[in-house]
């Protein structure tokens, strides 16, 4: 689908990114924004555990993004021994627009203008559909974990 010439640009980068690497859900824009998994949750219809959270850290400088469960909290220090980083803390709204062109809320897990390690929390998988922020607040993505982690060339983690 053609994308309106009113969306915001990282909606529009996001659509270019998700066509160009085979992407297959549906892009939904919201009437409102939906910028934590509850609110997403309940726009969607779905239940917050089918909605994966964008989560950038920074690990020492170093732009880390994880695809978690909205019914998960990052467990920053296991996390980050399992992925044998010396330590992941949230990162700033400046270093998250910075690394993902992005505002919190609506990192999407593609487009960003370099490429970011990504990880996708396993627990994902009981949900056969998972959406995700779709590069603005208010745009989200159907897709599944599969797909999520072919999209962005992740590595599948527990996070608790």
Request: proline share 6%.
């Amino acid at each position: 689908m053609a994308s309106d010439l009113t969306e915001h640009p990282s909606v529009v980068r996001f659509r270019e990114e998700h066509a160009r690497r085979g992407g297959t859900g549906d892009i939904v824009i919201l009437p409102d924004s939906v910028h934590t998994a509850a609110l997403a949750a309940a726009a969607l219809g779905c239940e917050v555990g089918a909605i994966a959270n964008s989560l950038l850290f920074d690990a020492g400088g170093t732009p880390v993004l994880v695809l978690t469960s909205g019914a998960h909290r990052v467990d920053t220090a296991l996390t980050a021994e399992r992925l044998g980083l010396p330590g992941l803390k949230r990162a700033s709204a400046d270093f998250v627009r910075a690394h993902t062109g992005q505002v919190i809320g609506g990192v999407s897990p593609i487009g960003h203008p370099t490429p970011v390690p990504t990880y996708v929390d396993g627990w994902l998988r009981r949900h056969p559909v998972v959406w995700a922020a779709a590069g603005h607040p208010a745009t989200v993505f159907s897709t599944t974990v599969d797909e999520l982690i072919s999209l962005t060339g992740a590595t599948e983690v527990e996070v608790e």
